[in-house]
């Protein structure tokens, strides 16, 4: 894991931070509330928040699946978007690590491509892990007292694989977490095992992801929580839909959005209200 | 053994469905990790090991030839004979030649995933000799007329009553009746049938979990002492070995050793260590007549000066079968192969063609806890991303998904098309799932909600909703 937190010390320094959010495209299509909670949590913490026009994707389907011109033409644009940025925050462990780990790779044979690669992905961060290693203690305490969704009294929390073994996401969350009142944080078995989702892997060999997610759900249902949290909308939509499917009656959150204090319309919980403008209205920023 | 790596999915379909494998997965899955946190948290300089090993395998490597002809000049020099074999069938042919020149008709064999690599049984099966398997794990499958389905633990898909009845079938000829339950009873009648047939064998087959350089030894760890009893009591012992086994000298084998049975079995040192250098000497009270080493290339020379190297310093322990969770739904059969989970992944297309196993690479979430856990530092994830780069360019994989991911691919590239595209199409299924928030069934979308509901997207996209936020601030 990355120890730039030290010298990075919010508390010292007075200029406020550039930081450009990558949305990723499953916050962007399927939960922009998550999107919203994000820009809160890093205005609170002292940052200043742009969102780069033109966004799409991270390239993970395309890098992954071994299209790699692809991949490299999508990164070429970020690179582009995002290298005028102090910092680039994603809300999400796995995009994070493509951008931090893998974008670099890409450009094993173009020089000048790579050193632009590099010189971004040192500077890209997963969302609990900049607020808590980059933006300090001083932001961490502004972000103490945000109020659990309704009817929430315990959570547990589901590490996502890249964030984790990629980034050393596993701390951060769970002590952002501790400060929200009122909201209990319970470790359900095999936390750190994976979901199922894996981008593609789960529509091409859905019997095995069907395993995967149908043990992910049994280890949420025996913790015993009222609510699922982790830091990827893909995992989340892969666990809401299995819990859904089950009819198990656990909610589902993204970490920023409970940290927020934004939670209010579970991952695939019906809209309340008026139809179809529901999604965002409870996460007007502040 | 011909693969069967490319019906990958109908395999673990059957996986799946197969109520006395999960069982039977569960449990060695909950021993194997628990076993092997326990013993690594028991010792401190783990991470500094993990990392001398790396170096001593790279350093060997790097060096592999020098080391090999080290290895054959001492292994010779102790009256042994070394043989050289390219291939599986130059393998087959060799070992087939050592049993036929000694006039065998028994042989007895440890465990060697070589051997199975090469299909060596059924070639000495063919061939009129009587093959026995006699590490507990091999014989159980050897009875049952399957193959292994983990290298470390090759029956571990099945349970203590199949095994118990497949005993009680095999041994009526001998006039035994059906064993019990227990771990020890079932052992113990196991013990009884293998020891007449150790007694019995002309020539006995192991594999070789190290070879080392200076002394032209061969080392093989076990648990059951079954492979001394193979290397010891036959006539004739030969030991068959991939050319990536070799060490340097006993040091290094030491620094290894330390990292091997924790790995596996989360154990602090196998049961037997047993170290095999030459054929018996005049002063020695037994050991077999002839020592015979066949080393074996088959694809890994080819590994060697490319970008899969770094499999070489594969030490077959089996942590990454056993953190897979792709392992822990479907098991080692639905891989097809001898080698299964994330190293057989990698090893299988290597060796036995990328269009005969692709699937493999491709069926893994990419969740990185194999190469967590291997001893080695094997990058496992990036070489299985890179054998999907391979695959990509030779054009396998269904049409459905080619389609799928180029579509994306067109739609990220072109900002606008995919910000128009996105809003029209979120809102159109926002709409529709307002009121259920989710859908169990959506046309196209059969791969996600077969298994799951797909939660309905809030409607909006996010980048839509910051712009129109931003014109009203």
Redesign the interface.
Known sequence: MEQSGLMEDASQVPAPRRVGLFVTCLVDLYRPSTGFAAVRLLETAGCEVEVPPGQTCCGQPAFNNGDSATARAIARSIVERFEGFDHVVAPSGSCAGMLRRHLPELFADDAPWRERAERLAARVHELTSFLVDVCGSAAVERLRGAAPPRGVRTATYHDSCSGLRELGVREQPRHLLAAVDGLDLVEMRDAEVCCGFGGTFCVKYPGISGRMVSEKVENIASAGADAVLAGDVGCLLNIAGRLGREGRPVRVFHVAEVLAGMAERGIGEPASGAAGTGAVAGSSRG | MIPESHRF?DR??LA?ADEGLRLALDRARQGFIGNRRKAVDALPEFQELREAARRVKNHTLANLDLYLERFESQATAAGGQVHWAADAAEARARILAICREAGARTVTKGKSMVGEEVGLNEALEEADLEVVETDLGEYIIQLAGETPSHIVAPAIHKTREQIRDLFAEHHAPLGLGAPGLGNAELVARAREVLRREFLRADVGITGANFLIAESGSTVIVTNEGNGDLSNTLPRVHVVIAGIEKVLPGFEDLSTVLRLLARSATGQEMSVYTTVSTGPRRGEDLDGPEEFHVVLVDNGRSAMLGGEFREMLRCIRCGACLNHC??YH??GGHAYGWVYTGPMGSVLTPLIVGLDKAHHLP????????C??VCPMSIPLPTML?KL??????RGF?TRT?RM??AA??F???R??V??SA?RV???IL??LG?????F?RLPL????T??????????????R???R?GARR
């Open positions: 999915p673990a379909g799946l969770p792709v739904a479907v491709n069926a893994c979430t990419l969740n990185g806890r190469e967590q991303r999907r780069t391979r695959g990509f360019e994989g998904s799928g991911l994306w691919g739609l990220a590239r900002p606008a995919y910000g996105t199409a979120m809102g926002g709409w307002r009121r259920r928030g989710a169990r979308a059969g791969g996600w077969g298994v799951r509901d797909l939660p309905a997207p809030e409607g909006e996209t996010f980048q909703a910051w712009r936020r």
